[in-house]
């Protein structure tokens, strides 16, 4: 019995901790290993006809428990892409035909999916994350959660072009690119396109990887919380390199960028007209 019960939690491992019982017979585990295992406190039993292991993310528990797919910001969450904040409730989604209660704090996405769902899962195709992103979030921080999937190629951009994306979805992937791997990056290609100044964002410069470049001379860099001590002392040596190379140099704190974006933009916008982007 202790071999069938390891077996047995092996198995559901290896699908993700949460199986529908009905594969765990299909693979001729009987009902004995898996009372046994609950009886363990190996597994438990979120809804009927589903079996989770303990140590399982509670997300995964809830999702089954309710009869939802993880999806949008959760989804996102669970694909490792960039998201502005990943702070609030559960998102899930149902499909038009479900009733009923899906958890209180949770946010509830209705409708018809863009990839059809398999029955077991409990995660939504990257597709239909990105799609709900798109009517959920803020256009930029959308944008900066799709450029983020496309960059570590998770959904190439020209198999979305050719789905049935309703029009928020259609103007993310107008603005989108497979070379921003952080939000921050997004950002600053969105927030300064206006400008049409070339812009190349963290490209090397002099032995050294530089934020953004604006035009040919115009250096931004960010300071994290990192920037502290050898960091900071570095930073302070190739900024003079930079100089000393004819670039100017705007430094700038990655809160300056979230929460104070007119300043730093105000910034750019006079280094610009004084024609610091420019060639010597």
């Given at each position: 019995?202790?071999?069938?019960?390891?077996?047995?939690?092996?198995?559901?491992?290896?699908?993700?901790?949460?199986?529908?019982?009905?594969?765990?017979?299909?693979?001729?585990?009987?009902?004995?290993?898996v009372?046994?295992?609950?009886?363990?406190?190996?597994?438990?039993?979120?809804?009927?006809?589903?079996?989770?292991?303990?140590?399982?993310?509670?997300?995964?528990?809830d999702?089954?428990?309710?009869?939802?797919?993880?999806?949008?910001?959760?989804?996102?969450?669970h694909?490792?892409?960039?998201?502005?904040?990943?702070?609030?409730?559960?998102?899930?989604?149902?499909?038009?035909?479900?009733?009923?209660?899906?958890?209180?704090?949770?946010?509830?996405?209705?409708?018809?999916?863009?990839?059809?769902?398999?029955?077991?899962?409990?995660?939504?195709?990257?597709?239909?994350?990105?799609?709900?992103?798109?009517?959920?979030?803020?256009?930029?921080?959308?944008?900066?959660?799709?450029?983020?999937?496309?960059?570590?190629?998770?959904?190439?951009?020209?198999?979305?072009?050719?789905?049935?994306?309703?029009?928020?979805?259609?103007?993310?992937?107008?603005?989108?690119?497979?070379?921003?791997?952080?939000?921050?990056?997004?950002?600053?290609?969105?927030?300064?396109?206006?400008?049409?100044?070339?812009?190349?964002?963290?490209?090397?410069?002099?032995?050294?990887?530089?934020?953004?470049?604006?035009?040919?001379?115009?250096?931004?860099?960010?300071?994290?919380?990192?920037?502290?001590?050898?960091?900071?002392?570095?930073?302070?040596?190739?900024?003079?390199?930079?100089?000393?190379?004819?670039?100017?140099?705007i430094?700038?704190?990655?809160?300056?960028?979230?929460?104070?974006w007119?300043?730093?933009?105000?910034?750019i916008?006079?280094?610009v007209?004084?024609?610091?982007?420019?060639?010597?």
């Amino acid at each position: 019995m202790g071999t069938d019960v390891n077996e047995l939690m092996a198995f559901i491992s290896d699908r993700g901790g949460v199986v529908r019982a009905v594969r765990v017979t299909e693979q001729g585990f009987g009902r004995r290993a898996v009372d046994a295992a609950v009886a363990r406190g190996l597994l438990v039993r979120p809804r009927r006809g589903w079996l989770a292991a303990q140590g399982t993310p509670r997300t995964f528990h809830d999702a089954a428990r309710f009869g939802v797919v993880i999806t949008c910001r959760t989804g996102a969450q669970h694909y490792g892409l960039w998201l502005h904040d990943a702070s609030g409730p559960l998102h899930v989604a149902v499909p038009t035909t479900r009733t009923g209660h899906v958890g209180a704090h949770a946010r509830v996405h209705w409708g018809a999916p863009l990839i059809p769902r398999d029955p077991d899962a409990l995660v939504d195709p990257i597709e239909n994350v990105l799609a709900y992103i798109a009517e959920c979030e803020p256009f930029e921080q959308a944008l900066a959660t799709w450029d983020s999937a496309f960059n570590k190629g998770l959904v190439e951009m020209a198999a979305m072009s050719r789905l049935p994306l309703r029009p928020a979805a259609r103007r993310v992937l107008a603005r989108a690119t497979p070379f921003s791997d952080a939000g921050l990056e997004t950002y600053l290609r969105n927030r300064l396109r206006w400008l049409k100044v070339p812009l190349r964002i963290q490209t090397w410069i002099h032995g050294h990887r530089v934020d953004a470049l604006i035009g040919a001379r115009l250096v931004l860099q960010i300071d994290g919380k990192h920037h502290v001590g050898a960091q900071r002392t570095e930073d302070i040596r190739h900024d003079a390199e930079l100089k000393l190379l004819g670039f100017h140099v705007i430094r700038v704190s990655y809160a300056q960028i979230m929460f104070d974006w007119p300043a730093v933009q105000d910034l750019i916008m006079r280094a610009v007209a004084q024609g610091l982007h420019l060639a010597a």
